[in-house]
């Protein structure tokens, strides 16, 4: 388990599209951040809200060679944490803790058994759920005993984080096939019928065994109850039922 908090430092970033930023990290110690895939580190934003400081967490993507260095993609929202993750300048220090997370697959950080196959495993991710999908297949191009067959975009046709060309582009360079499809906004209800429709149909063709999921909890959260899968591994980003204020 990595020690907590730690500092990192912002060494790069860029805008993409119209609301993300994406920024180059490195942790001041130099401890490892990699491997990153489906990992993410929760960001105290130096924000204190009340008496409460202002925590986010961040999707890990991979700098290829560099153990302590890692992307960011953050969607700017208008809220505290995701404000200042857009304002800070390069060379800003900031305290986390992690790399944590439980979206590894099988023969992501170890070799499956001898003679085991790995699941055949189904990547979903809603709206910004996207990065960690992007870290899992940006990993996966790196081992040969995964079998991440594919990932599944849902987003809405307004969204503004991230086009997909550039995430297409980036998926299927590493090997994994990427399908996209509309959904309704976060805000509507009915955008969880819609959605689970586009999961029910990709699992059903590709057989898969494994879903591991991301972004709206009102999508992904009941995706472990709906199907008679081995394994549903999710993290929401937001709308997440196990928390009050989601
Ligand atoms: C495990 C995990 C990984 C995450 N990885 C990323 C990442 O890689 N990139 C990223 O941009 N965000 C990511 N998030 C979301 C991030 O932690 C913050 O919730 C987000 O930046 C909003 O923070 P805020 O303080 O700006 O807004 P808040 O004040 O916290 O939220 C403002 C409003 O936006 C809603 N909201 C929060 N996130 C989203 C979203 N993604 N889409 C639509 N509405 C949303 C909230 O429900 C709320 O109503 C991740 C969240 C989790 C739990």
């Given at each position: 388990m990595a020690a907590n908090p730690k500092t990192l430092r912002i060494l790069a970033s860029h805008p993409e599209g119209s609301s993300a930023r994406a920024?180059?990290?490195?942790?001041?110690?130099?401890?490892?951040?990699?491997?990153?895939?489906?990992?993410y580190i929760i960001v105290n934003t130096g924000v204190v809200v009340g008496e409460k400081a202002i925590k986010r967490a961040y999707s890990l993507l991979p700098v290829p060679g560099v153990p302590h260095?890692?992307?960011?993609?953050?969607?700017?929202?208008?809220?505290?944490?995701?404000?200042?993750?857009?304002?800070?300048?390069v060379g800003t220090e900031l305290s986390f803790s992690g790399p944590w997370g439980?979206?590894?697959?099988?023969?992501?950080?170890a070799p499956v058994s001898d003679g085991a196959d790995a699941p055949r495993t189904l990547v979903v991710a809603t709206d910004t759920g996207i990065t960690t999908a992007?870290?899992?297949?940006?990993?996966?191009?790196?081992?040969?005993?995964?079998?991440?067959?594919?990932?599944?975009w849902l987003r809405?046709?307004?969204?503004?984080?991230?086009?997909?060309?550039?995430?297409?582009a980036r998926i299927e360079q590493a090997g994994v096939r990427f399908v996209h499809a509309a959904v309704l906004p976060a805000s509507d209800p009915n955008?969880?019928?819609?959605?689970?429709?586009?999961?029910?149909?990709r699992v059903a063709e590709l057989g898969a065994e494994l879903v591991?999921?991301?972004?709206?909890?009102?999508?992904?959260?009941?995706?472990r109850t709906r199907w008679a899968l081995p394994e549903v591994r999710i993290e929401c980003y937001f709308h997440?039922?196990?928390k009050k204020s989601a």
């Open positions: 920024l180059e990290i490195e942790t001041i110690d130099g401890s490892p951040l990699a491997p990153t895939a489906g990992k260095r890692a992307r960011l993609l953050v969607k700017r929202l208008g809220g505290p944490g995701s404000e200042v993750m857009h304002a800070a300048p439980k979206l590894i697959a099988p023969g992501h950080d992007l870290g899992i297949a940006l990993h996966a191009s790196t081992l040969s005993t995964c079998r991440v067959l594919e990932v599944l809405s046709e307004d969204e503004t984080f991230l086009d997909v060309d550039s995430v297409e955008r969880v019928h819609t959605a689970w429709s586009h999961v029910d149909a591991i999921a991301s972004g709206d909890g009102a999508i992904i959260h009941p995706l997440n039922p196990e």
